[in-house]
């Protein structure tokens, strides 16, 4: 009878701020995507975070920062996520199955968001590894096109297989019935390797400093113009330090949502 389901849904929820687990694909030995339902009181703007986590064995949650993977417009919230064997987190967080539970503390935050940027033409989303989960937010937000003529997303790995999640988004936008008329053909796509033969190999930051880049894509310069460019960076600590210096070189300066400029970083969060 429908009343005693109801109660028992009601009953099953026994974490605070549960959310249950609606899919999840795993794309290597250490890179998986996992889709969760979203609490009503969600508000969030693209390219921000949030804490989730599972309950450990002491009762005490286990939570970690998450960029939110999936468009603000969307009923769920997806999550790409890499695996750490002994991660106090990840070696667990990689076992869930649709119908778990997982904590999500609905309190979103980070400065990867368009509103930190100073109006401009061209847009860079500038990515190593699983820091290409908050473009995929960023990519698939409507705002991102009618605020740019165009939009570049470079994603580094080590491997092809590691591009899979980046390569399989990009390639469904145009076909999107919600979003693939506002990405028309302002979306180029940059995925490189640097440890295994791809058809574009090499480091974002030397991809960017030997000009390759902008050659590649035609885009009729070889530098970034603080005037028109503007870009978002996500990677591991080295990864945006390195990148910060090159902008900084061509003129560009950090901005921050109290503080707008021409670009923003984030350290991609590792479990
Ligand atoms: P590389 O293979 O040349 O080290 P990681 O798995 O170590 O986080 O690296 C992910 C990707 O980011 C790899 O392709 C790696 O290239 C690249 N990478 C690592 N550090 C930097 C850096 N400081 N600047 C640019 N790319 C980097």
């Known amino acids: 009878n429908q009343q005693s389901a109801v109660t028992q849904t009601a009953a099953k929820k026994t974490l605070p701020d549960a959310q249950t687990v609606t899919e999840v694909r795993h794309y290597t030995d250490d890179l998986f995507y996992f889709r969760t339902t979203r609490p009503q009181s969600l508000r969030f703007r693209s390219g921000e975070f949030v804490m989730i986590g599972l309950p450990g064995d002491d009762g005490k949650p286990i939570m970690r920062a998450y960029s939110i993977a999936s468009p603000s417009w969307d009923d769920g919230l997806d999550f790409y996520s890499i695996k ?4 106090p987190l990840t070696s667990r967080l990689q076992h869930i199955k649709p119908g778990d ?39 698939r937000d409507p705002e991102t096109y009618e605020q740019y003529d165009e939009v570049i997303m470079m994603h580094t790995c ?20 919600l979003i693939g ?23 974002v930051t030397d991809n960017l400093t030997s000009g390759k880049v902008f050659a590649d894509l ?45 670009y923003v970083v984030e350290k991609a969060f590792v479990g």
């Open 158 to 177: 080590r491997h092809v297989a590691e591009l899979e999640f980046g390569r399989e988004l990009v390639e469904s936008l145009p076909e999107d019935p």
């Open 181 to 203: 008329e506002f990405v028309g053909d302002k979306l180029k796509y940059y995925p490189t390797t640097t440890r295994e033969d791809f058809k574009t190999m090499g480091r």
């Open 218 to 262: 035609g885009l009729g310069t070889d530098k970034m113009d603080p005037a028109i460019d503007r870009a978002m960076i996500c990677g591991s600590l080295a990864f945006n330090k390195d990148l910060m210096a090159i902008l900084d070189g061509w003129g560009l300066r950090e901005g921050a949502n109290s503080e707008p400029a021409e």
């Open 84 to 87: 750490v064997q002994d991660g």
């Open 101 to 139: 539970e997982i904590i999500l503390r609905p309190k979103p935050v980070g400065t990867l968001v368009l509103d930190a940027l100073l109006p401009g033409k061209r847009l860079w989303f500038l990515a190593t590894g699983t820091g290409i989960a908050p473009f995929a937010s960023l990519m």
